[in-house]
């Protein structure tokens, strides 16, 4: 599976005892790194499903403790459902693992023959039943664990601060916190409610991975693919329930008969009227799937929240809160009044255009600046529209972190391109979360199951920071790492372009 430039290759498996077997795979990506800078690093999120014959859709392969084996010059943690408390093979089960360099290094990286034990025989299947089986990895960044400041003392709209001031909230622990106006409480002018945040919401000062880049459309394709028909149909725009085999709204996503808003992800105009459908991005409109100009690695919109979390549930993932969002951009350097995740108060208007447009190397042709922060929206953006994952990365001419847009750890594009979802500390529905992951499983509806997650069922449940390509000049504020003006209230009910996803796990 493919996502922007990590690689997953010659899967398999092999050493078959009649009850364990190991699923073997390749792996690589680009740009990896460990060590230098902030002394952190990036790692693949690797989780394995499988099928059995028919037409049942795949489910979750919940891996062994122990017994996987990492090749030379990489290491392997393993990724429990809850993060340092001790396995159990039902009730805190692995549910993927994080693979990574073992050693300081840059460039690409590259792990070959990865090996990881399954036991299916405790699942009472055969060898024999298992008709298929996919291994999925997405760019994870590392998060050091440590103290930050929330707010900046600048202009943001409904920053955080301490409650009887202005200044910066410092966080200095996981351990509760009062949302209140109390002195020395977190507080906000706006966006907020009076509550509580319990030990176990994520507040950004532990350990996490986050994504690297925002979900591409081939992720979300590789996702709705894994899925029974009914699971798909309630995860696309466009009508797909059982019993219909003419399409005239092919371009799921964005509900149209052609592309739209460079929003790629498609099926064929006639399928078949029962069964589990195959999505693929067409971004040339040839009806032609997997060619180089389809668009697999630009950014997914037209999502809603329920679509979101039922991705980062069946990846074993989790949304962050809008404090580890905070973190992720600032990480544990003074606050700056203003300033944008990579660390400074400009960023350029462009407008951009683009060069290699839907490739994998799809870049910024003019536009780009070395000097000044560079970020996709409102009159920077390419017609209204999200760019690939990581593009302004891959710029010939990038002189680091404030060209590149890049947050203090290197996670990219948390400033527009699409709204980051995050877990409001604002409001009841978010103050309740506890942080807990996917279970890499969904409902036979396709809905996400995991404990403490809003229901979605309202059109208030979540916050959106970081701005999008749709955020005008007008609204630049949004893009700053501090402004909450919809810290609380993410209508994302219906299917809107400029919203995508993110995923983020604590650190095991």
């Keep these: 599976m493919q996502a922007n430039n990590i690689q997953v290759n010659n899967t398999t498996l092999t050493g078959n005892t009649g009850t364990e077997v190991m699923v073997q795979f390749d792996l690589s990506w680009e740009n990896s790194w460990r060590g230098s800078g902030v002394n952190n690093w990036d790692a693949a999120w690797v989780f394995v499903k499988y099928r059995l014959p028919g037409d049942g859709g795949f489910d979750h392969v919940r891996l062994e403790a122990t017994g996987h084996v990492a090749p030379g010059g990489s290491t392997l943690d393993l990724g429990l459902l809850a993060p340092g ?13 994080f693979i990574r360099r073992d050693a300081d290094g840059t460039g690409t990286f590259s792990a070959s023959g990865v090996q990881l034990l399954w036991n299916y025989g405790a699942l009472g299947i055969t060898y024999a039943d298992i008709a298929e089986v996919r291994v999925y990895a997405i760019e994870m960044v590392y998060v ?55 030990a176990a919401f994520p507040k950004g000062f532990a350990a996490s991975y986050m994504m690297k880049y925002e979900m591409s459309q081939q992720q979300y394709v590789d996702f709705l693919n894994s899925l029974t028909r009914p699971q798909q149909v309630a995860h696309v725009g466009t009508d ?23 929003n790629s992800i498609r099926c064929d105009a006639t399928i078949d009227p029962n069964g589990s459908i195959t999505f693929y991005c067409d971004a040339n409109g040839n009806g032609i799937s997997g060619e180089a100009d389809d668009g697999q690695w630009v950014a ?13 549930d069946w990846s074993g993932l989790r949304f962050m809160t809008e404090l580890e969002y905070e973190k992720a951009c600032r990480g544990p350097l003074p606050p700056l009044p203003n300033e944008f995740p990579w660390r400074a108060p400009s960023v350029t208007g462009g407008p951009f255009t683009l060069d290699n447009a839907f490739t994998t190397s799809e870049g910024i042709a003019t536009g780009y600046s070395t000097t000044v922060g560079n970020a996709m929206y409102g009159s920077s953006s390419i017609g209204a529209s999200p760019v690939r994952v990581g593009a302004f990365a ?20 948390l400033a527009g391109n699409m709204y980051e979802l995050t877990i409001s500390a604002g409001n009841t529905t978010g103050q309740a979360y506890t942080g807990t992951h996917g279970d890499g499983e969904l409902t ?11 229901a979605f069922t309202d059109a208030d449940q979540m916050g959106l920071r970081g701005g999008a390509y749709t955020t005008q000049a007008a609204d630049l504020g949004r893009l700053r790492v501090s402004d909450r003006a919809l810290g609380a209230t993410a209508n994302l009910v219906t299917r809107i372009s400029g919203f995508g996803g993110r995923g983020v796990r604590t650190a095991p």
């Design 144 to 198: 050091n664990a440590g103290a930050f400041q929330l707010g900046t003392g600048g202009a943001e709209t409904n920053a955080f601060h301490k409650s009887t001031t202005t200044e910066p909230f410092p966080i200095t622990s996981e351990n509760t916190l009062s949302v209140s106006v109390n002195q020395n409480a977190l507080w906000a002018d706006g966006e907020i409610v009076t509550g509580t945040l319990s």
């Design 394 to 413: 891959a710029h010939p001419s990038n002189t680091g972190r404030i060209s590149s847009g890049a947050g203090y750890y290197g996670v990219m594009e």
């Design 85 to 97: 408390v001790a396995y159990d093979a039902t009730t805190n089960p692995v549910v993927g693992v």
């Design 240 to 262: 797909l329930s059982i019993g219909t085999s003419t399409v005239n709204e092919p371009y799921v996503m964005s509900v149209t008969a052609a592309l739209s808003g460079r």
């Design 444 to 454: 036979e509806a396709g809905a996400h199951d995991a404990v403490s997650w809003p």
């Design 300 to 312: 997914c919109g037209n999502l809603t929240l329920s679509d979101v979390a039922a991705y980062l």
